[in-house]
């Protein structure tokens, strides 16, 4: 199979977990007290598919719908925002905001709109799990001016939903105080992570949903089983994370099916889970 037949192979697949994608957020909805119509829903959906085309993104819409699920379930009288570090040009931030527009809830972003910052000694190169690859970065890198990133929030989103917070994390997060339902933390270096880890943890409610797009990488994944780490600075156990090594299977990827998205729950809520006798 050549490398072309492989790409529209692997494309079609793609389209045709469509549904499946699309179960997930009906299942999310259907959870609400007050589900949002089905022809809502549906055009929100589609608006996602269409982003790409129009700005430039990082991550895929069915991680954009897959997060939108997460906190469309969430129960409607639980008080919190959504909040995105690294926006990047703002791909994922129109989409986002689609969302929750339907799910009545604001969309805090945070970037330095100037890039990485200077990488650690340890940030400099990431080992990517079951792949013969190594990441590297500099400082500068993912840049995305935040009049780009307003001006296509405001053309396919809904910016009227977004509030846009600059610097980097170490800086703009150190006296974040919002209580948020989701977050969706693509900052590519550990130690940014830990910046936006350490803010937004105390403030997330229990059941909340951190997601990250770095679920291949070796030095990401490690921070959520870093016991030291988690209990030093926040007093709790590492939670772990769901989709560590080769992210959430929502497309297919080099003959498996993966994704850039893992996933952790803080106090995973009781009543969402059914027991199953042993």
């Not at 007050?34 to 959906?45: Q, V, Y």
Request: with cysteine; hydrophobic share 40%.
């Amino acid at each position: 199979m050549t490398h072309r037949m492989l790409a529209r192979y692997q494309r079609l697949l793609t389209w045709l977990t469509l549904p499946v994608i699309l179960s997930r957020l009906f299942g999310a909805n259907a959870c609400r007290e007050l589900p949002i119509p089905t022809l809502r829903l549906l055009r929100m959906a589609l608006k996602t598919t269409l982003t790409r085309r129009r700005v430039e993104t990082a991550s895929h819409y069915y991680e954009h719908l897959t997060m939108i699920s997460a906190f469309l379930g969430m129960p409607e009288d639980t008080e919190g925002v959504v909040v995105e570090c690294g926006c990047f040009k703002g791909g994922s931030t129109v989409n986002l905001s689609l969302g929750c527009d339907l799910a009545g809830r604001e969309l805090h972003v945070y970037d330095s709109f100037e890039g990485l910052p200077n990488p650690t000694e340890d940030d400099v190169a990431h080992t990517l799990l079951g792949r013969p690859l190594i990441h590297t970065y500099e400082a500068g890198m993912y840049a995305g001016a935040l009049k780009e990133v307003r001006s296509n929030v405001a053309r396919h989103g809904r910016i009227d939903v977004c509030s846009f917070h600059r610097g980097f994390f170490s800086e703009s997060m150190a006296d974040f105080d919002t209580s948020c339902v989701l977050a969706f933390i693509d900052v590519d270096l550990r130690s940014s992570l830990e910046d936006c880890v350490r803010a937004i943890w105390p403030h997330l409610a229990d059941g909340g949903s951190i997601f990250i797009h770095e679920a291949e990488h070796l030095e990401m994944v490690d921070f959520f089983y870093d016991q030291d780490w988690w209990r030093a600075e926040l007093g709790v156990d590492a939670p772990g994370l769901i989709g560590g090594g080769t992210g959430l299977g929502l497309s297919p990827q080099d003959g498996l099916w993966g994704s850039g998205l893992a996933f952790t729950v803080k106090n995973p809520l009781v009543n969402e889970y059914a027991a199953v006798a042993g």
